[in-house]
């Protein structure tokens, strides 16, 4: 099934959003859909006996930095852009999560898609500040967060690569509620396709460094006090810094936003280490 549903959706995370509805993991999930696409995704929702409402808006996405979460609001009938699917397998469910989408009513739409109370309430703090900023809430999750290493249920950075088993921002990386959601969606997926199932923990399993224009993994890290030493570095973007990274093979960490490679003390970054 798994194999299926990423021919369908051309996306590891939202073939998994759908995976956990269809399991019943989740009461409703909402997905970007290209128009383009969107008859395909329509088409194999409704053979599998899957509610789907559509969003009377469509999003252009800000594609200048790789994977972002920022997106303009377009008219529906644009020649362009992406719709919001809210799925479920009931439809009052489907519409329930339109609705609460169209009212801007963050905490019950984040209930309705089964997010964590606490996490619900995290976003729409800080969503007006947010919104009109990059409307991620990484770093923000990062300084509400203590004595990493992090637990790799939460690494919702290595989105950018495709991969995660959250679909929220959680209120911190050490949230219990969003731990235990990711627990559940690892062994759906597990029952579903062991390989992929330990290549999502294997990714998870790093250190991030996190910057506004895009992240570097560093991969294979392994923490002994403030000291990081790490194999291979993979990145979203080209940063000035990633040769160096590459060839330094160890950082020192100084505190959640600032670590030291080779004497240059480095402080415009998120220091996320999972483990």
């Known amino acids: 099934m798994l194999k ?3 021919n ?3 996306s590891a995370i939202k073939s998994l959003e759908v995976m956990y509805v269809m399991r019943g993991m989740k009461p409703c999930t909402r997905i970007l859909a290209d128009i383009q696409k969107k008859g ?3 088409a194999f929702l409704k053979r599998h006996q899957l509610h789907a409402e559509e969003s009377d808006f469509l999003i252009k996405k800000d594609d200048s930095k790789g994977y972002s979460d920022k997106g303009t609001i377009l008219p529906k009938g644009a020649a362009e852009g992406y719709a919001f699917l809210y799925i479920a397998r009931e439809q009052a469910i489907a519409k329930k999560a339109k609705m609460h989408e169209h009212q801007q009513e963050h905490i019950a739409l984040g209930e309705v898609l ?3 109370a606490c996490c ?3 976003f729409a703090r800080h969503y007006d500040t947010q919104s009109q900023k990059s409307n991620d809430y990484t770093l923000l999750a990062l300084d ?3 004595s990493r290493p992090f637990p790799y249920e939460t690494n919702i950075a290595m989105r950018h690569f495709d991969i995660s088993l959250l679909s ?6 050490h949230c219990a509620a969003s731990i235990a959601i990711a627990k559940k969606h690892l062994a759906v997926v597990r029952s579903e396709n062991e390989r992929t199932a330990e290549r999502i923990l294997k990714m998870l399993r790093n250190t991030i460094l996190y910057h506004e224009s ?3 993994v560093l991969i294979g890290a392994v923490l002994a006090g403030n000291m990081l030493s790490y194999g291979q570095v993979d990145a979203t973007m080209h940063h000035p810094l990633l040769e160096k990274l590459r060839d330094a093979g160890s950082v020192e960490i100084i505190d959640s936003h600032t670590f030291r490679i080779g004497g240059e003390e480095c402080s415009d970054f998120g220091v996320m280490v999972f483990a």
């Open 4 to 6: 299926e549903l990423q």
């Open 120 to 122: 619900c309430r995290f």
């Open 214 to 216: 895009g992240i570097l």
């Open 144 to 146: 509400n967060s203590t």
């Open 40 to 42: 395909s995704y329509l």
């Open 168 to 173: 929220h921002f959680p209120c911190s990386y």
């Open 114 to 116: 089964g997010y964590p």
């Open 8 to 10: 369908v959706f051309d």
